[in-house]
Nanobody
Framework: QVKLVESGGGDVQSGGSTRLSCIFS????????LAWFRQRPGKDREAVAS????????QYVPPLMARFTITRDNTLNMVNLQMNALTPDDTGVYFC??????????????????WGQGTQVTVSA
C-alpha cells in the first residue's frame, strides 16, 4: 500500500525559507509522478508544483515558480519542496501527492491517487 509522509515546515519568519520532504513507501517510487499541493486558510487545495517520474521535468504554478523548487531523489524515495522568500500568504497545510504512471507532470488534483497527511507551514509577519 502506497504511503506518503511529509515532514518539515513549522513556523517561519516572513522572508525566510523552509524545506519540506515527503517519504514514499509501498511501491516502486520511479513509477509515480509527484506533486506538492497546499491548502491555505479558507481556500481550496491548490497545486504548487509537480515533477515527473525521472525528475527531468517540472511544472510550477506560475506565481510560485520564482520562489519554490521541487526535486526528487529516486534512490531515497523522497520528494522535496524548497520554499524561499516566504510571506504570510504562504501559510497553510502542504501535501505531497503521487500519481501512478503519470506521463509527465500535472497540477490537477484528480490525477493523484495517493496523498500524505499534510504538514503545516505558518509564516509570521
Amino acid at each position: 500500500q502506497v504511503k506518503l509522509v511529509e515532514s518539515g515546515g513549522g513556523d517561519v519568519q516572513s522572508g525566510g525559507s523552509t524545506r519540506l520532504s515527503c517519504i514514499f513507501s509501498g511501491d516502486t517510487f520511479s513509477r509515480y509522478g509527484l506533486a506538492w499541493f497546499r491548502q491555505r486558510p479558507g481556500k481550496d487545495r491548490e497545486a504548487v508544483a509537480s515533477i515527473g517520474r525521472s525528475g527531468g521535468n517540472t511544472q510550477y504554478v506560475p506565481p510560485l515558480m520564482a520562489r519554490f523548487t521541487i526535486t526528487r531523489d529516486n534512490t531515497l524515495n523522497m520528494v522535496n519542496l524548497q520554499m524561499n522568500a516566504l510571506t504570510p500568504d504562504d501559510t497553510g497545510v502542504y501535501f505531497c501527492a503521487a500519481s501512478l504512471g503519470l506521463p509527465g507532470t500535472s497540477t490537477r488534483r484528480a490525477d493523484y491517487q495517493y496523498w500524505g497527511q499534510g504538514t503545516q507551514v505558518t509564516v509570521s509577519a
